[in-house]
């Protein structure tokens, strides 16, 4: 097991900018791929984007797609998520996960989230 630890999260307007970080500890990092997850009141978690283990061009839902940015630096056993042009829609709690590859992300560790939110 990995444990995930994420930060960044905080209170923007509309329009802003903000960067998760989520540090790993445990096994070697750069065994898992990594992704994001968000859940905001009363709603199912969703996906937000992930990245393989090497840092391969990432993946990303279509809501998010165009405006948050996943990228990953293996010797600092971090991922990042760079989300620009946030929308009140975005506010959710953000949870970095690994998986073994993109397609079972979220089947190894969750961290315990970051709150976002994006006032109006």
């Known amino acids: 097991q990995v444990q995930l630890v994420e930060s960044g999260g905080g209170l923007v307007q509309a329009g802003g900018s903000l960067r998760l970080s989520c540090v790993a500890s445990?096994?070697?990092?750069?065994?898992?791929?990594m992704g994001w997850f968000r859940q905001a009141p009363g709603k199912d978690r969703e996906f937000v984007g992930g990245?393989?283990?090497?840092?391969?061009?990432?993946y990303y839902s279509n809501s998010v797609r165009g405006r948050f940015t996943i990228s990953r630096d293996n010797a600092k056993n971090t991922v990042y998520l760079q989300m620009n042009s946030l929308k009140p829609e975005d506010t959710a709690v953000y949870y970095c996960?690994?998986?073994?590859?993109?397609?079972?992300?979220?089947?190894?560790?969750w961290g315990q989230g970051t709150q976002v939110t994006v006032s109006s």
């Open positions: 990245i393989s283990r090497r840092g391969g061009p990432p």
């Open positions: 996960a690994t998986g073994d590859t993109i397609d079972d992300l979220g089947f190894g560790s």
């Open positions: 445990g096994r070697t990092f750069s065994s898992y791929a």
